[in-house]
């Protein structure tokens, strides 16, 4: 072990404390920066690290299904956030589920208590010298928020998440929705169509209006109360709200869409664009929305040719302080032009708990590897760690980019079809990945 390597790692969240873990467990001297208990963002309330402020719900423990497998190769890979979470389980079915308070404290005690890691409490407020972990998480301070916005030239840094649901592309009716472009032009495979009939447009538009939006965090209210004025952030229920025909002129415009079973334009249609090369998700265009998830699965199966379609990921409009991370950083987490800072969590564009754990233990461990002069470790995409970590770096297709939960669309695909179903595909996925994730074990022994 070098005992005068030394890294910084800026947040105590789950990213943050994942991070200076992993460093630590590799032989580096890290000081991890937290401004609680001297300061607290809207969201949190209590001084221990890594504070779930949402759910005390990790999700799904199959590994047929991405978070499940993404928690089997950290598991796998010796995740503190892991060994905390089943160390604080509580019953919650195939799910895994913890006791937040325990959970907090496991965490800031192992951490606090890690001989490598020296704990320093208070704002940072720019970023620092050397090597560098960023895990502020989703609300950063207003001063660090700056101070990273003038290092990425500005424009950079997102401050809302605004984003359409995902669904995938193996569970859409294509013999009623179909690919084309509007009048014809670009790739008509950028884009796939679900008709309407005027009776279809009727229950779904009546649905819409009357569906249950999900409560927000008062933190949110003000920054969305600014953006719904604009069409680009506007819910679509809100926008559907404001007139019968509001959606037929805007996101659900038919004009140029001809209806190949009938040669003519419906009365509306909703757009599908591509969201990754493979083609393996697309999202609903213009389809922001603060419905509850559970609302968002009722009233956007009313679509013609999404009655059965599996999502991805659901539609979501809240803050969240994010980097257009494509093209920035690497899939080590890595700044592209200044290798020695590195960000983690939900600032790099992972949505959810364990993925934010995911990036911080990537992010972690490469900050060692390069104060430790060693190469750095590239998880590679046929791993759901490693998958999260190229698409925040790299991005889709579209040229917006958006925050993502751990998910089977953008994990490598097979070159030849896997018989037997999703499910049978899925667990291909896994069985391949956890195959894989065997030869990037660092950790040889507990500390």
Not at 375 to 383: H, L, N, R, S, Y
Request: hydrophobic share 40%; charged share 20%.
């Amino acid at each position: 072990m070098n005992n005068e390597v030394k890294i910084k790692v800026i947040g105590a969240g789950l990213a943050g404390c994942e991070a200076a873990y992993a460093a630590a467990r590799l032989g580096v001297k890290v000081e991890l920066y937290e401004m609680k208990p001297h300061k607290h963002s809207p969201a949190h309330h209590t001084d221990g690290f890594a504070e779930l402020v949402c759910s005390n719900s990790l999700r799904s423990n199959d590994v047929s299904n991405a978070v499940g497998l993404l928690k089997a190769e950290l598991s796998s890979l010796g995740s503190l956030i892991m060994e905390a979470a089943y160390a604080t389980e509580v019953p919650a079915g195939s799910a895994l589920a913890v006791n937040r308070e325990l959970f907090s404290e496991y965490i800031t005690d192992k951490v606090r208590n890690h001989p490598y890691i020296t704990v320093i409490d208070g704002e940072v407020t720019e970023i620092p010298e050397g090597i560098v972990v960023i895990a502020t998480g989703p609300l950063t301070s207003e001063a660090m928020a700056e101070s990273i916005s003038e290092f990425t030239g500005g424009g950079e840094l997102h401050f809302f998440d605004a984003a359409a649901p995902i669904v995938d592309f193996s569970t859409v009716d294509t013999s009623v929705a179909f690919f084309a472009s509007r009048w014809g032009k670009g790739n008509p495979e950028d884009y796939l169509n679900c008709p309407m009939t005027k009776e279809q447009y009727d229950v779904f538009y009546n649905e819409l209006i009357n569906a249950k939006a999900a409560p927000l965090k008062a933190f949110d209210k003000e920054l969305q109360e600014d953006l719904t004025v604009f069409e680009g952030c506007m819910p679509v229920e809100v926008m559907a709200s404001r007139g019968y025909d509001t959606l037929r002129f805007g996101p659900m415009k038919p004009v140029g869409l001809p209806d190949p079973r009938t040669g003519e334009d419906a009365f509306a249609t909703v757009q599908l664009r591509r969201e990754n090369r493979e083609g393996t998700m697309y999202n609903i265009v213009g389809f922001q929305t603060h419905l509850t998830f559970g609302e968002q699965k009722r009233v956007f199966g009313l679509i013609p040719g999404l009655e059965n379609a599996e999502f991805f990921r659901y539609g979501v409009m809240h803050r969240n302080t994010y980097l257009n991370s494509p093209g920035f950083i690497t899939p080590t987490y890595a700044v592209k032009r200044e290798g020695r800072i590195f960000f983690a969590g939900q600032m790099t564009g992972v949505e959810g708990y364990v993925e934010s754990a995911s990036s911080g233990l990537v992010a972690g461990i490469n900050a060692a590897m390069m104060a430790l002069g060693k190469d750095a470790v590239i998880f590679p995409k046929e791993t759901e760690i490693g998958a999260l970590a190229h698409y925040v770096s790299e991005g889709g297709v579209s040229s917006s980019f958006q925050p993502m939960n751990a998910n089977f669309g953008i994990i490598a695909p097979f070159e030849k079809k896997v018989k037997g179903g999703k499910k049978a595909r899925n667990e291909a996925y896994a069985t391949r990945s956890l195959e894989l994730i065997k030869k990037y074990s660092l950790f040889e022994t507990e500390d």
